[in-house]
């Protein structure tokens, strides 16, 4: 004896017969007959309708997640640019022949405008500042 294999109805279907039943013209149980469908299942698919309709118009307008422009090839282009200005600075004139615990540290980082790109509005819980730092010179 073969195991009956599970039907899988796709989107559309589903939502074809949960309007059906939201509009009301026919009973759920003629409505699942009609489709070959169990009543508990367009019940299932009416209250899933119902439940979802209020986000139906929400993507359209309004604030952007705070995380919309960490789409990689943005981060990957953010990345490069990084490099490139790494690259520079260690072949700039200041840096040259110079150890690293000869280089006095103490300068203020902006952590805010390095850690975003120019366009980016910044998050939303206001972690905006300027942190300070200071290498630990060697004994001598």
């Known amino acids: ?9 796709g989107a559309a279907f589903k939502g074809k017969v949960g309007l059906e039943a939201i509009r009301g013209l026919k009973t ?6 009609e489709h070959g469908v169990h009543p508990a299942q367009v019940g299932q698919w ?21 995380y919309a422009h960490s789409d990689p090839e943005h981060l990957y282009s953010e990345i490069g640019r990084l490099k490139v200005e790494l690259d520079w600075l260690k072949k700039s004139p200041e840096c040259d022949g110079r150890d690293s615990a000869d280089v006095d540290r103490t300068e203020s980082v902006d952590l805010y405008s390095t850690a975003v790109s120019p366009g980016w509005s910044g998050p939303s819980h206001g972690l905006r500042g300027a942190a300070t730092r200071k290498a630990v010179g060697r004994g001598g």
């Open 28 to 33: 759920i149980n003629e409505i699942a007959q």
């Open 46 to 66: 009416k209250k899933a309708i119902l439940e979802q309709v209020g986000t139906l118009f929400e993507g359209k307008r309004g604030p952007q997640p705070i």
């Open 1 to 9: 004896m073969s195991a009956a294999k599970r039907k899988v109805y």
